[in-house]
């Protein structure tokens, strides 16, 4: 995982995500003035769902929904950074990310990381756990299938398309962050047992 991160480091330059002016902080502060404009931290809770609560930062909409096309779609890896940077920024997020145990991403299948390059989510929480020194799991979860991008379906499809997709090996018991790829991260307190949601890849 540091192999990838040092070789994106290496072939693109420290640069603003928004803007693409060269910035040692990948976002310049008058783009960053501008995000804290539309910032957020939200948290909701839930009893029927397989994690008991989500954070997000951003809706998942404008500039942000489009940066993170580019970052998926576009050969923009390096975008990691900004992302990693605008969590960090936030100290509301960083302390209740603390709270929990064990940072895991989401993963996505073999033919995806290899056309792709990257799992987008786990160089976010790479550089997350880095930062705030805490564990991170990258093979606890173990995508079993290459399902349809849930991006291309509606509500309907999407449920039916990720149904015994992600499973998990060993039985552990943890407070666990689950990190996606939209800005979300799902928290929670659990065993960890037979399969889990999926999100959008």
């Given at each position: ?9 290496y072939f693109f ?50 500039i942000i929904r ?49 056309k792709r390059g ?84």
């Amino acid at each position: 995982m540091n192999f990838i991160n040092s070789a994106l480091d290496y072939f693109f330059p420290p640069i603003c995500g928004m803007c693409g002016e060269i910035n040692e902080n990948y976002i310049c502060n008058n783009c960053y003035e501008n995000i804290k404009k539309i910032k957020k931290c939200v948290i909701n809770e839930y009893n029927n769902r397989n994690f008991s609560k989500h954070l997000y930062i951003f809706k998942y909409e404008g500039i942000i929904r489009n940066k993170i096309i580019e970052y998926k779609f576009e050969d923009k890896g390096y975008l990691y950074k900004m992302f990693a940077k605008i969590i960090l920024s936030d100290k509301k997020t960083c302390n209740f990310i603390k709270k929990y145990d064990v940072i895991i991403p989401v993963p996505i299948s073999k033919k995806r990381k290899k056309k792709r390059g990257y799992n987008q989510s786990e160089l976010v929480a790479n550089e997350l756990a880095q930062k705030l020194n805490q564990d991170i799991w990258t093979d606890i979860i173990i995508k079993k299938k290459d399902n349809k991008p849930q991006s291309e379906l509606n509500k309907l499809e999407r449920i039916k398309n990720v149904e015994d997709v992600l499973h998990v090996g060993d039985k552990v018991t943890v407070k666990v962050i689950e990190i996606d790829d939209q800005g979300r991260i799902n928290l929670s307190m659990k065993d960890l047992t037979d399969k889990v949601e999926e999100t959008e890849e």
